[in-house]
């Protein structure tokens, strides 16, 4: 049985999961600012222990690839990528933004990801509802015109951790927020498992992950004696 141990840290939210076959058996989210470095590796230690397993039951690791945080994509990687060599398995990456839309389901909407990008910009695209990808993610300023060509033709169902700064802005009819949608391990499964089963691998490697924008890494100012 292929099990899938997926890490997802592309916001605040450090949060792992393990699918078999595609369904979701256990996850794990933890919300803080250094949860990604001090508890990442206690956490997967911790799922896998609850559920009998060890790290020699898993089949591949599949990780949030962004765009999302600098820092927690990187530690998110790291992390993915040591266990890949040590335990020689697969690494599968899965675009966060993707991930967020396979939470919504039932709906004849499309769905847009909104990850915060700071001020009023934001990571997104639009999927159909069937979860297949209208567009590529990128990044947009957010003011009262943003989706208008979108939303006068059918109604968008936002979903992401940038809704509650969005929901005042875009004030239409047709669009729909969903707050309570964020970012989680939980929803990679499906997409995990299909690139598994497709052997649609990561180079261990080489592999980095999407930010989408440059990180703003500024230099310490030297202290004056």
């Not at 335990?87 to 933004?97: A, E, G, M, N, Y």
């Not at 990679?188 to 703003?216: C, H, Q, R, S």
């Amino acid at each position: 049985m292929t099990k899938i141990l997926s890490i997802e840290t592309s916001t605040p939210i450090c949060s792992i999961a393990i699918h078999q076959e595609g369904i979701l058996l256990d996850y794990q989210d933890l919300n803080g600012e250094k949860s990604h470095s001090e508890q990442l590796t206690l956490m997967i230690e911790d799922l896998l222990k609850k559920h009998n397993m060890t790290f020699q039951d898993l089949s591949a690791i599949a990780v949030s690839s962004g765009p999302g945080s600098y820092t927690g994509l990187r530690i998110g990687t790291s992390t993915a990528k040591g266990l890949c060599f040590a335990l020689d398995i697969p690494l599968i990456s899965v675009s966060t933004l993707e991930a967020i839309a396979y939470q919504v389901e039932d709906s004849n909407a499309l769905i847009c990801p909104l990850l915060d990008a700071r001020r009023m910009e934001v990571y997104c695209m639009l999927l159909d509802k069937e979860h297949k990808a209208l567009d590529k993610p990128y990044a947009k300023i957010i003011d009262e015109s943003s989706f208008a060509e979108e939303l006068s033709q059918q109604e968008i169902i936002f979903v992401g951790n940038a809704t509650e700064k969005c929901v005042e802005v875009i004030q239409h009819e047709n669009a729909i927020f969903r707050n309570n949608v964020l970012p989680s391990a939980r929803s990679m499964g499906k997409i995990a498992f299909e690139k598994y089963t497709k052997e649609t691998f990561e180079d261990v490697a080489y592999f980095e992950p999407f930010y989408l924008k440059a990180p703003n890494i500024t230099t310490p100012k030297k202290k004056v004696l």
